[in-house]
């Protein structure tokens, strides 16, 4: 008859069973951080946007200028993207396996390189929703809130029925001009000035021609005298001085035009180094967030929101 052996395990001296290691990268923590720096900021910003439809104002005299609430949005944007992928970095060095057998600095890079993760994460899928429109909330309300600040920069007293009439007018610098060298004369008929229609672009051409010259050439000085005393009725000497004064007066808002446009070009170099310099930190904020995440977690740190030994 057969006799049922129990076998029993035996420990070996010297063999010990090597914990289980977490892996060297996790995406889990790293989405997870992704995601709550996105939520933070998008919280935030909501909450700054309230702020500053709050601090301004149609009226005139009344609430933030443009200029300072400008220089308001950007700090508080500025500190926002930091502050959310420092917290993000912080929730993916956490929440991030432990590692055994693994020196102090290697844990270090490697809960930093979580934090960088979360950045780079973060960053991509920020300009992919930016460029899919996905981001129009925030548009509709930096839309509404530099709609009320130019509604009171403009001031109570605008007719807003003037609006849709000067829409369709051109404000281009020569057609201004040519309004002003093709004006009729005091006292002469008022179908002196139907021929604005025809002479317009030949004066409109002289005027962009010599543009780039510090007086009027004069050959087209001529011409446009003797197009000012046919149309208007006006003396030589009289037609003359039109003639400088409207080829001056087109000369300064053209320089005004190009003053604008470099103004804006400016505005726009320092807004992208600003935007660069600002990313740069959020990396550094996430990486250091993650780094003390990790660290925490290690020492077994507890961390109270509002009082609260709980997360949430």
Known sequence: MAVARTVEAVPVAGVVAAPAEGRYFEWGPVILGTLGASAISIVLLTFGAALGLAGVSPYPYAGLSA???GILSATFAAIVVVVSFALGGYLAGRARGAWSGVSGAESHFRDGAHGFGVWALSVVLGSVLA???ATGVFKTALQSTTAVVAAG????????AVGPLAAQLSSSPSDYAVDRILAPADGAPAAAGLARGEMGPVVARALVANLAN?????????MLTRIVVRQTGLPQAEAEKRVDDAFASFKAAEQKARDAAEAARRGALIAAFAASAILVVACAAACIGASVGGRHRDEGTLVTFFGSRRFW
């Open 67 to 69: 200029k300072a609430l």
């Open 131 to 133: 460029v899919s429109g």
């Open 153 to 160: 920069a403009a001031g109570a007293s605008a007719n807003p």
């Open 214 to 222: 510090p007086q009027l050439d004069v050959n087209d000085r001529t």
